[in-house]
């Protein structure tokens, strides 16, 4: 039997994007070690004053995580928790999502699409058939913070090119 859609739609797609993800963080790790980069100041880069620093992306992108697979699955989202300070603390964040997508069963995804999900946005409520919680809401939060973490790892002087954001894209 085929896995359900919506697991097939979210679980793997989270997976590779986290690993991609932390293989950004061992980028920056490397610039750190070798002393080009500050870890303070990139932990706390930002794009734009009012817009939140790197370490806020990286916690916000791996909580969309919790925030998606559990209530597909009919559950409560699980406290999203505070990493450990540093790259290594937001490496151990990631790790920690991991494995949670990988303990989790796509047969607790069986009829996701009938279930309605509440959700805050920001300063609104949202209740939304799964589906569309899924896919105009949960993945695109997700990409913007993972995108928001790139951008920012980049500007940071962390050399990283697309091939890093997919792990697909190769150039000579």
Same mark, same amino acid.
């Given at each position: 039997?085929?896995? &359900?859609?919506?697991? #097939?739609?979210?679980?793997?797609?989270?997976?590779?994007?986290?690993? *991609?993800?932390? +293989?950004?963080?061992? !980028?920056?790790?490397?610039?750190? #070690?070798?002393?080009?980069?500050? =870890?303070?100041?990139?932990?706390?880069?930002?794009?734009?004053?009012?817009?939140?620093? /790197?370490? /806020? *992306?990286? *916690?916000?992108?791996?909580?969309?995580?919790?925030?998606?697979?559990? @209530?597909?699955?009919?559950?409560? %989202? &699980?406290?999203?928790?505070?990493?450990?300070?540093?790259? %290594?603390?937001?490496?151990? /964040?990631?790790? =920690?999502?991991?494995?949670?997508?990988?303990?989790?069963?796509? =047969? %607790?995804?069986?009829?996701? =699409?009938?279930?309605?999900?509440?959700?805050?946005?920001?300063? !609104?409520?949202?209740?939304?058939?799964? #589906?569309?919680? +899924?896919? $105009?809401?949960?993945? &695109?939060?997700?990409?913007? $913070?993972?995108?928001?973490?790139? !951008?920012?790892?980049?500007?940071?002087?962390? @050399?990283?090119?697309?091939?890093?954001?997919?792990?697909? $894209?190769?150039?000579?």
């Amino acid at each position: 039997m085929n896995p &359900p859609q919506l697991y #097939t739609a979210s679980v793997p797609v989270f997976q590779r994007y986290l690993r *991609q993800l932390g +293989l950004m963080l061992d !980028a920056a790790q490397a610039e750190v #070690t070798m002393g080009r980069v500050d =870890e303070a100041q990139l932990l706390e880069a930002r794009l734009a004053p009012d817009m939140l620093p /790197l370490q /806020l *992306q990286v *916690q916000i992108a791996s909580g969309f995580v919790l925030r998606a697979c559990a @209530p597909l699955q009919g559950l409560p %989202a &699980p406290p999203l928790g505070s990493p450990a300070p540093g790259l %290594a603390g937001l490496q151990a /964040l990631l790790r =920690e999502r991991q494995s949670y997508l990988d303990a989790l069963p796509a =047969e %607790a995804f069986r009829n996701a =699409e009938a279930r309605v999900i509440d959700s805050d946005a920001g300063r !609104a409520q949202l209740q939304l058939p799964a #589906t569309e919680f +899924l896919q $105009h809401f949960a993945l &695109p939060n997700f990409f913007f $913070h993972l995108s928001c973490a790139y !951008a920012l790892l980049r500007q940071s002087g962390v @050399p990283l090119g697309k091939q890093d954001f997919d792990g697909l $894209h190769r150039y000579r």
